[in-house]
Every structure is written in C-alpha cells, then in structure tokens.
C-alpha cells in the first residue's frame, strides 16, 4: 500500500519525499533520478550561471525523466543579486509548475508564480514566516529545523517542535525538513502531522549525486558531531561540515572584538565550496552538512534509497498502529 498523503496528490508522486534544492548539488542527473524513483527531484537554479543555463538544464532534466521536477530559487543577502526574474521566467516558458523558494521577501516571486498557475512550496524556520507566507497563496511549507544543513534561522528550535506547532497552526500542508536521513524520519513527519519531508544531505550521498566520490565516502564516515556553524556571530547562522577551514572560521568569529564578513570572506568563497565537491578534498573549502549523516552508511541509488525509504516508513506506521489495543467495554 502506498503513502497517500496531500503532497503526493498535490504534485503527482508516489513517494512524500522532495529533494531539495542544493547549491552545486541540484542538478539534472540528480533530480531526474529522484523523480523517476517517485520522489520529487529539484533543480536548484542558482547552480546554473544564467537563465539561460538553467532553460538547457530543464530541457536535459525532461530528456532524463516524463515524471514531475522541480525548480529551486533561493533569494540570499547579497550586493549583486542574481536575475531572479530572469530564472523564474525561463522556468516558467519551459514548463516547470512547482518550484521551491527560500530565503527573504519572496512575496513578487510568489505572486508570480501563483499567477502562472504554479504550485509553490516555501521553506521557513520559524512558524511566524510560515504563516507569513501562507498569506502569500503558497501551497506548501517546508519546515526548516536547526538539524538542517545550510541556514537554520537564528531562533535555534528543532523539528520535532516546529513540526508539532505546524500541525496546531498552519492551515494550508507542511513538510518536515532537516534531519530526515530514512523512513524512521519519514514516519515520524508523518506522525507529527507532515504530509511528506524534504531532503537534502541524504540526497548528496546518492549514487547520481554529482559530487566527488570521497566526499560522500566522508559524509558516510561521520558522525552527527561532525557538523559546525558558521557566521553565528554576523546573525547568519549556516551548518556546514566540520573541518580545518569551518574550524577556522569559528576562531576568527569568536577573537576578542568579533570579526566581519570581510574577515572570512576567502574562507567561505562559494567558488572553494564547489571545488570541494570537483576535487574530492573535504578540507579545501566550506559546504553544507546537516547532522542526518550520522543516520548514513552507504551511497545507494535514489530508487534504493526511496523505496528502502518506502518500506521502512510504512513497516513503522503498521507496528505502531498495532500499539492500540481495544478498549474492554466491561
């Protein structure tokens, strides 16, 4: 029997589980995988160096897979922001109806989409901006917890709170994300109320992720202590993983008088982070890793790992189900 829930009839898969947008990672042989094993896979946009990149991106996603994909656009804090316009737009001419925003003010992304008749799912970490952008007209959330890779908010609470606060206050579906490594983490989303979960780090340590084979052999090496943040003390708060140049970071943060971003900004070039995915050194530069890979031991297919996923999940919710016991009526 399959798991029915609201996201898997909102978006046409078998499988609740999203694949998430991820910077270098989300790329066509990855989120095609995903969406041919039931999952929903996601192209990250940022990861292409223009709309145009991104328009041959979907065309090779789509000669890879018939099953529904998705486009990720993240808006981040920067002095020269990409074309956002630009890559929503292309997306949109070239098929795509589900997207994945994140970050700040993405009410004119939105409003766009929902005006192309899209389907929109908005990650958050607080349950106040998933009530924010439930207001905008998005159709899902994607609750973002502190075991989360990348930016977990300031706020510091985990899933297991913010899932259980979701189901009492949002209206429209929610999904868990951040920490969510196998179905015992599928079944407990569900559990708390999620319609599916999001994944990001499991996904990095797939077979058809693009990155470098000893990265994923380090990420099944580690352990959930192996991660760290960054930029806490600029109120920019990223879980990477732990390493000689993260570690570095740290100390130069928390010297006596703090530090700025210019103090670091070598350090964390998103250009090393990518060189760290190409050449397989884990130490050369900054990436993102949630604690979910000490959930993970080996680097399966996607459709090995969905439907180990599947099966876990549902052998879970069948043994807790026959925890109730019926009432004697004497």
């Not at 898969?13 to 990855?30: E, K, T």
């Not at 766009?112 to 958050?124: A, E, T, W």
């Not at 559990?191 to 058809?208: D, I, P």
């Not at 680097?299 to 999940?313: F, H, Q, S």
Request: with cysteine; charged share 25%; hydrophobic share 40%.
């Amino acid at each position: 029997m399959p798991l029915n829930t609201q996201l898997t009839k909102l978006l046409g898969i078998r499988i609740p589980v999203i694949q998430g947008g991820m910077q270098w990672v989300g790329l066509p042989a990855l989120a095609a995988a995903v969406s041919e094993a039931g999952g929903l896979g996601i192209l990250t946009a940022l990861s292409q160096p223009s709309p145009q990149a991104l328009r041959e991106a979907i065309r090779k996603t789509r000669r890879l897979t018939s099953k529904p994909f998705g486009v990720n656009i993240t808006l981040l804090p920067t002095i020269n922001p990409p074309d956002y316009e630009g890559y929503a737009r292309v997306a949109v001419e070239e098929g795509v109806r589900i997207f994945e925003t994140a970050g700040n003010n993405p009410g004119p992304l939105i409003k766009y989409f929902k005006s192309q008749g899209c389907i929109v799912l908005h990650k958050c970490t607080t349950i106040r901006h998933a009530k924010s952008a439930e207001r905008l007209g998005v159709d899902v959330l994607s609750i973002d917890g502190f075991e989360c890779a990348g930016h977990p908010g300031e706020e510091d609470i985990g899933g297991l709170v913010l899932l259980a606060r979701a189901a009492k206050e949002l209206k429209v579906p929610y999904i868990s994300s951040g920490g969510i490594a196998d179905g015992r983490g599928l079944a407990a989303s569900l559990a708390l109320g999620a319609s599916g979960a999001n994944m990001g780090t499991r996904f990095m340590c797939t077979v058809e992720s693009p990155i470098h084979e000893n990265i994923k052999k380090k990420i099944v090496s580690s352990t959930e202590r192996d991660t760290v943040h960054i930029f806490r003390t600029l109120h920019n708060t990223a879980r990477v993983f732990k390493n000689k140049v993260s570690v570095e970071v740290v100390k130069i943060e928390n010297r006596p008088g703090g530090a700025k971003f210019e103090d670091v900004r070598d350090l964390v070039s998103g250009q090393r982070g990518k060189l760290v995915y190409e050449n397989g050194d884990p130490d050369y530069g900054i990436w993102s890793a949630g604690i979910c890979i000490g959930l993970i031991d080996d680097i399966p297919t996607c459709k090995e790992l969905l439907e180990r996923m599947e099966r876990e999940a549902e052998e879970i919710i069948g043994k807790t189900a026959s925890l109730i016991t019926p009432r004697s009526r004497l």
